[in-house]
């Protein structure tokens, strides 16, 4: 903006810049999301050939089917719950770090501790839960030990409740990373003065701390719902087939060659999903808040 | 992650070195009741993998739950030989291949898209917004398209073509969003002062914006290779006939019902420890020395 360039000039710059970027994401992104569109309309053989054609029997069917609405019932209704965990453990997580932890460098080892895991393979930490939450697991195990129960409980694993789990243990690192980094950058000498102003700590949370992080929120949002929704594997083995999600029906389909009603079931959930994004967007500018 | 840590020196340092009112004297209830909350939620984020981890050095006569059958390294020896668990040798040198080809496009691209975003042009919001849709567009959705993209254009689907192009379509988004937060730290003003000294462009990107983001290209460069080492919707219908490492493990997970998956856990803990380990200590050799040529 402070450009001494002629506009054209800061133009053709600016796409030189961002040309190879361009260049992955138009055959990766672009046109794959156009193929899944086409076939979406596309008839097929039932054998996994596709007729290039125009029919909207796929969405007619995708959305006459009963089943469309429970697996949309049951994908927000996991990344709802998902999102409510991870929300109110990643923001005390950060509020904690940021403002309890009084040493600087003691905070960033606890923030380091947090990301270790992240490092190791997604579906090794979902497998982990097995020796815990298993029928024969230490969670059972202690419980019969003490004689709380009986018997143990089985809905510990392979069950709703542990597909939830795994995707609070899986997913809570991307709320913490940005709102730590949003309440990192909230001017301390602000919260100083609101306290002076008579402002009681939950004043402070309701009118600065929460309003300033409101970016972090934001994105940890985007990140936890997008994959949530986006996700499969997670719901698959953690209810031991039990539940669905849209995903994972999509793969069900999938994987018996029905591609055109997978493509349109495909193209359903992208249209939530970025018309979710976009809810998201309006409320705060995320390019301007990170590059500010 | 290490982004935010990379910046931390940056960031946290002016804010904290100033208590504000909550922590100052006597701890108000509120640390405690968050500090039991901070302790639990990290008891859950390791105490399962700390039990894999364990599992794992079974004798023979291990299963997948506690107690514990004695001790040895059988499931890693079985890991490594046995038919049954699959290629895991394979899998593991193409993921790794795959990783670093993954890492070098991605900081190269990220770090030029970075520089191309510091600046607003016409038609960036386009770019901006294609880019965000990458990153939230469903994996197994955009893996399928690339698989029938391939499929359509007579072109093979091979971990080296299509996976690493999937994979791209996620490192990339993720890379440059770091890219941005680093960026936002570097002041403007160090260009304008190596162009009043004579700096050519190109001289101003290698002589001082490359130096001084040196750490947080770093952590560009490892999140590109855990998000590829990981990656498993995107990789799924793209990688051909020849399994990535999070494929094997996937289809072991469907398969395999002995403490060999937990070895398999440990195994790829210890190789994401080396690579951190090793990205970390670029970091603070990288810190050394340019705090000597600043004394010097």
Same mark, same amino acid.
């Given at each position: 903006m402070q450009s001494s360039q002629p506009p054209s000039r800061a133009n053709l710059a600016g796409w030189l810049y961002v040309s190879p970027l361009v260049l992955v994401l138009v055959p990766f992104f672009v046109a794959p999301i156009l193929v899944v569109l086409a076939a979406s309309f596309f008839a097929t053989d039932g054998f996994g050939?596709?007729?290039?054609?125009?029919?909207?029997?796929?969405?007619?069917?995708?959305?006459?089917?009963?089943?469309?609405?429970?697996?949309?019932?049951?994908?927000?209704?996991?990344?709802?719950?998902?999102?409510?965990?991870?929300?109110?453990?990643? &923001?005390?997580?950060?509020?904690?770090?940021?403002?309890?932890?009084?040493?600087?460098?003691?905070?960033?080892?606890? &923030? +380091?501790?947090? *990301?270790?895991?992240?490092? *190791?393979?997604?579906?090794?930490?979902?497998?982990?839960?097995?020796?815990?939450?298993?029928k024969e697991g230490l969670i059972n195990q202690a419980l019969l030990a003490t004689g709380a129960i009986h018997q143990p409980l089985e809905v510990l694993l392979f069950s709703d409740l542990a597909v939830v789990i795994a995707y609070v243990h899986q997913l809570t690192i991307f709320m913490?990373?940005?709102?730590?980094?949003?309440?990192?950058?909230?001017?301390?000498?602000?919260?100083?003065?609101?306290?002076?102003?008579?402002?009681?700590?939950?004043?402070?949370?309701? +009118?600065?701390?929460?309003?300033?992080? $409101?970016?972090?929120?934001?994105?940890?949002?985007?990140?936890?719902?997008?994959?949530?929704?986006?996700?499969?594997?997670?719901? $698959?083995?953690?209810?031991?087939?039990?539940?669905?999600?849209?995903?994972?029906?999509?793969?069900?389909?999938?994987?018996?060659?029905?591609?055109?009603?997978?493509?349109?079931?495909? =193209?359903?959930? *992208?249209?939530?999903? =970025?018309?979710?994004?976009?809810?998201?967007?309006?409320?705060?500018?995320?390019?301007?808040?990170?590059?500010? | 992650?290490?982004?935010?840590?990379?910046?931390?020196?940056?960031?946290?340092?002016?804010?904290?070195?100033?208590?504000?009112?909550?922590?100052?004297?006597?701890?108000?209830?509120?640390?405690? =009741?968050?500090?039991?909350?901070?302790?639990?939620? =990290?008891?859950?984020?390791?105490?399962?993998?700390?039990?894999?981890?364990? +599992?794992?050095?079974?004798?023979?006569?291990?299963?997948?739950?506690?107690?514990?059958?004695?001790?040895?390294?059988?499931?890693?020896?079985?890991?490594?030989?046995?038919v049954r668990t699959g290629d895991v040798k394979g899998s593991f040198d193409r993921s790794i291949k795959l990783a670093v080809i993954v890492t070098i496009i991605t900081v190269v691209i990220s770090f030029l898209a970075g520089l191309g975003f510091r600046r607003r042009f016409a038609g960036d919001a386009v770019v901006f917004y294609m880019m965000i849709g990458s990153l939230v567009a469903p994996g197994l959705v955009l893996g399928l398209g690339t698989g029938l993209l391939f499929q359509a254009l007579g072109l093979n689907a091979s971990w080296y073509t299509s996976a690493l192009g999937a994979q791209l379509s996620w490192t990339l988004p993720f890379g440059v969003l770091v890219m941005f937060a680093v960026m936002s730290r570097y002041n403007r003003a160090w260009d304008e002062a190596a162009y009043d000294l004579g700096a050519s462009r190109w001289q101003t990107i290698w002589l001082v914006i490359v130096p001084v983001l040196a750490p947080g290209i770093v952590a560009v460069a490892l999140f590109g290779f855990t998000l590829s080492y990981d990656e498993f919707a995107r990789s799924l219908q793209t990688a051909g006939s020849l399994n990535t490492l999070p494929l094997e493990i996937w289809s072991m997970t469907l398969n395999v019902t002995s403490p060999s998956l937990y070895a398999l856990g440990t195994v790829t803990t210890i190789i994401s420890f080396i690579v951190i380990g090793a990205s970390l200590g670029t970091i603070v050799l990288i810190q050394k020395k340019r705090g000597r040529g600043a004394k010097g």
């Open positions: 050939g596709l007729t290039p054609g125009f029919t909207l029997s796929n969405y007619i069917e995708v959305l006459h089917s009963a089943l469309t609405l429970k697996l949309y019932l049951a994908t927000i209704k996991f990344t709802v719950l998902t999102w409510i965990f991870t929300l109110i453990i990643g &923001f005390f997580v950060a509020y904690f770090l940021v403002f309890h932890v009084r040493n600087q460098l003691l905070a960033i080892g606890l &923030f +380091l501790l947090c *990301t270790v895991p992240f490092w *190791t393979s997604n579906i090794i930490r979902m497998i982990s839960w097995i020796p815990l939450l298993g913490i990373v940005p709102i730590f980094n949003a309440m990192a950058r909230i001017d301390k000498k602000l919260v100083e003065a609101a306290i002076d102003a008579g402002a009681s700590r939950f004043d402070i949370m309701r +009118l600065i701390v929460v309003p300033m992080s $409101k970016s972090g929120i934001a994105l940890g949002t985007i990140f936890v719902v997008s994959i949530v929704m986006g996700d499969f594997f997670v719901v $698959k083995v953690m209810s031991g087939g039990g539940s669905a999600s849209v995903v994972s029906a999509f793969y069900e389909d999938v994987g018996v060659l029905q591609y055109p009603t997978a493509a349109a079931s495909a =193209v359903l959930l *992208t249209l939530v999903l =970025v018309a979710i994004v976009s809810l998201i967007l309006r409320t705060v500018d995320i390019r301007q808040e990170i590059t500010r | 992650m290490s982004a935010v840590l990379a910046d931390m020196q940056g960031v946290v340092a002016p804010a904290t070195t100033k208590a504000i009112a909550p922590s100052r004297g006597e701890r108000p209830w509120t640390f405690y =009741v968050l500090a039991g909350l901070f302790a639990l939620y =990290v008891l859950a984020l390791y105490g399962p993998m700390i039990c894999i981890y364990i +599992l794992s050095f079974q004798d023979i006569r291990g299963g997948l739950v506690f107690p514990m059958k004695g001790h040895s390294m059988h499931w890693f020896v079985d890991l490594f030989t046995q």
